[in-house]
């Protein structure tokens, strides 16, 4: 096993993990607020850093059937979200490859 790179994030609001505070995205790759969790408000972003996946799997959502797979903190392995691998219905195509962070695993870091 090699060393772990994480990526730093420059931004005035940077998203990070609530447990160990390592950056995950910024207020700039936030594509929509209007999302829910498991732990409730959830946030989907264009994209993330410094995260492992977990396997792809089918998921029945409120918007339908999705494969998706968990993201975890690459630091200290929390699952933090999970991504967005394909979509079934037309409509919520423009999910695929794009990642959903729930806001109470998260802390807001400003610049």
């Known amino acids: 096993m090699g060393i772990k790179y994480y990526t730093y994030l420059s931004s005035d609001r940077i ?3 609530k447990k160990c ?7 700039e790759d936030i594509k929509s607020k209007n999302f829910r969790g498991q ?3 959830a946030f989907l972003f ?3 850093v410094n995260i492992n996946e977990g396997e792809a799997v089918e998921r029945g959502m409120t918007t339908g059937t999705h494969v998706v ?7 200290c392995q929390e699952v933090v979200g999970w991504k967005y691998d394909k979509a079934f219905e037309p409509s919520q195509k423009y999910k695929e490859g794009m990642y959903i962070l729930e ?9």
């Open 15 to 17: 998203f990070a993990c």
């Open 21 to 27: 505070r390592t950056h995950l995205s910024t207020y």
């Open 39 to 41: 732990h409730g408000k």
């Open 46 to 48: 264009q994209k993330v």
């Open 69 to 75: 797979r968990d993201i975890k903190c690459m630091s």
């Open 103 to 111: 806001f109470e695993l998260l802390v807001q870091m400003n610049a």
